[in-house]
């Protein structure tokens, strides 16, 4: 496998400008000629797939829900960063740039984050054009508020329901093109299958999920807009759909798979309240613009919060990091929330939560002004538990929620096949070891709005591109590898579910393998235990699992099971690649590498790269690569926010 990054030459500032001067261009009398398929309808690919049709390539998009409304970048609530420095206070591209690098901790490349903290203003800027609602001042130009691991305010916000309302705009946008007749929609259907034809992507296999249908589809370039693998632990913030079928596939298939074990826990969510629960809640990281974070000074003093006096709280945030306070990065907030619980200051019923309060706000400005900004977020909150966080301090715990690793991509975000690019969280591109709160939407619409076209262009107008039909030998092939695995997930329920296990009882035993051992805090003997552990969850999987109904039909239970076997396979290269990576940087806390003061300690010196995993067959353990990180234009120093 062949890592070339292809960075451009010039200073950082100029590589855009030059790189799109530099880069092939299809006329637009051409581009009706070409056919690009869009795996996804979130942020990304909405975006994505409305730029590239409105400039006139014939776009198809799949996405797995009934509706592209339904992407899980709905989900995201509390804003987009951008430097349009409207708070004039000190703000710029350049420092953008150093805060995202900064807060991923060293781990990502220079080239690609300058170019997001570039675009991050042109992106505003044409939402505000779609009628996004973003937040106003009183004179009317648009609001921004402050997001963990910044000392500036550059995240506008539409209150706590910036991603619906963003998605809405790209699903405009998308919706005019569907009008036009330059996109063809296809809902509920499932990607299953990448095929690649003389080395280059060229389509895919999907299943129509309504009646199980097996559908090939070609095209001169393929764009991967799918979302991250945070599913992988069962319990997480992400939608119940989300999943890694369509990049473990591309993997599969020689896409080299980046950093699979950096995975952002997210600080501010809703504990676990029990067994059966399905999935997590986010609160938005915005609330601790305005929220205390605090624990009892006394190891398991359990009194209601209200009978805890000022004196005996520990706000320990405040305390260790005075310069953030509770904004610092999310990774530094979910380690010492963590470090906090384990020492016996955790509070709830279960001892794994701390309190998140609004009280001194409430004092200062009002009920009036905090529910402006985050009443449905309150409203949220207290369906859920049943509790007022105007009147009690909410309960927080740490939940996995955002996946920093995916499909290894290029500056122009092309994996390593040919014709094959990946987007916004389905890249590994932009984040390092930790993603900034309020970056996920950037990235998404950077790629998809500014970035993708220029690529695209550029792979069409440097390819001669031969036709290909979906009824090629390889896509038959590919259809047929398809059918046999749905019929092996269906083979061990033709005797009925007697002795057998759900899909989601083998889920939640991965989930809480990776959780317990490739979860905030990593040891060697914790990770060999897993990876040893691992084939026997997957026998069980193959041996015991019970699928009702068949796969020519509406089959929840089928598309779970096809999923969860995607991420038994995955989780081997995620608990390989933490086992490689002996140093802690986000927030990966590798417990053999700690600062006295048990931060994370980077390694420079030997973990200054991307790991690159290629997938080398069924039973056999894949192999890493390297892509070193070069950084010209920041010093790599141990991050304090103290």
């Known amino acids: 496998m062949k890592l070339d990054a292809r960075i451009p030459a010039g200073d950082l500032a100029q590589k855009w400008d030059n790189h799109r001067f530099a880069s092939k261009l299809v006329n637009p009398a051409n581009r009706r000629k070409f056919t690009i398929i869009v795996v996804g309808t979130g942020l990304a690919g909405a975006s994505a797939s409305a730029t590239l049709a409105e400039q006139g390539y014939n776009v198809k998009t799949f996405c797995i829900q009934d509706s592209p409304r339904r992407a899980h970048s709905i989900a995201a609530q509390g804003g987009i960063n951008a430097a349009k420095n409207y708070q004039n206070d000190g703000d710029s591209v350049l420092r953008l740039f150093y805060d995202t690098i900064k807060g991923g901790d060293f781990r990502a490349r220079e080239a690609n984050v300058y170019r997001l903290a570039q675009v991050s203003g042109n992106i505003i800027d044409q939402c505000v054009a779609q009628g996004v609602p973003f937040a106003r001042e009183y004179g009317g130009t648009l609001a921004n508020r402050s997001f963990g691991g910044a000392q500036v305010s550059r995240t506008f916000y539409a209150r706590g329901q910036t991603g619906q309302q963003l998605l809405l705009g790209a699903y405009g946008a998308l919706s005019r093109q569907i009008h036009s007749g330059k996109v063809t929609m296809f809902n509920r259907r499932e990607m299953m299958d990448l ?90 990281e915005s609330l601790r613009n305005d929220g205390r974070v605090w624990v009892p000074v006394q190891q398991g003093d359990r009194r209601p919060p209200a009978a805890i006096a000022e004196a005996e709280r520990d706000y320990y ?56 900004k985050y009443g449905n977020l309150f409203q949220m909150y207290e369906k859920i538990t049943a509790a007022n966080p105007l009147n009690e301090p909410m309960m927080i715990y740490p939940a996995v929620h955002y996946t920093m690793g995916g499909l290894w991509v290029d500056y122009d975000l092309m994996t390593t096949i040919p014709g094959l690019f990946a987007l916004g969280e389905c890249n590994f591109s932009d ?66 579910p007697a002795g057998k296990v759900t899909v989601d009882e083998v889920h939640k035993h991965l989930g809480r393998l990776l959780w317990d051992n490739c979860g905030m805090a990593r040891n060697k003997a914790g ?97 890493m690569h390297k892509e070193p990180l070069v950084f010209d234009n920041v010093t790599p120093s141990q991050r304090s926010y103290k």
């Open 195 to 284: 095929v690649v034809i003389d080395g280059r992507a060229r389509g895919m296999t999907v299943r129509n999920l309504m009646n199980g249908e097996l559908e090939s589809h070609a095209a001169d370039a393929v764009v991967l807009a799918t979302g991250g693998y945070g599913n992988v632990y069962f319990l997480s913030t992400n939608a119940m759909a989300s999943n890694v079928t369509a990049a473990w596939r591309a993997c599969k298939h020689g896409a080299g798979f980046a950093n699979p074990c950096f995975v952002q826990i997210h600080p501010t969510c809703i504990p676990v309240h029990g067994d059966y629960q399905s999935k997590l809640t986010l609160m938005s």
């Open 431 to 496: 984040h390092g070891a930790n993603r900034l709160g309020a970056s996920a939407l950037m990235q998404g619409l950077a790629d998809g709005y500014f970035i993708i076209a220029t690529s695209i262009a550029g792979y069409i107008g440097a390819s001669s591109l031969q036709p290909v039909a979906a009824t090629a030998p390889a896509f038959d092939e590919s259809r047929k590898n398809v059918a046999d695995r749905l019929h092996r997930l269906l083979r061990n329920s033709m005797r009925g």
């Open 317 to 372: 945030l405040e305390k260790k990091y005075p310069s953030f306070g509770n904004l610092v990065p999310r990774d530094v907030a979910s380690r010492n929330a963590k470090e906090q619980c384990d020492a016996g200051k955790g509070v709830g019923s279960t001892g794994l939560a701390v309190y998140l309060d609004f009280a001194e706000a409430i004092r200062r400005d009002g009920e009036a002004t905090i529910l402006k």
């Open 527 to 623: 990770l060999e235990a897993a990876l040893e552990q691992l084939p026997a969850i997957r026998d069980q999987f193959w041996n015991d699992v019970y699928i009702p109904g068949n796969a020519t039909d509406i089959n929840q239970s089928l598309e779970r099971a096809g999923r969860v076997a995607d991420f038994l396979e995955f989780a081997e290269i995620m608990i390989r690649d933490a086992l490689a990576r002996e140093e802690s940087c986000g927030c990966h806390l590798r417990e053999e590498s700690q600062t006295a003061e048990n931060e994370a300690k980077r390694d420079d010196a030997s973990y200054s790269h991307v790991s690159v995993w290629e997938y080398q067959g069924e039973g056999e353990p894949p192999v």
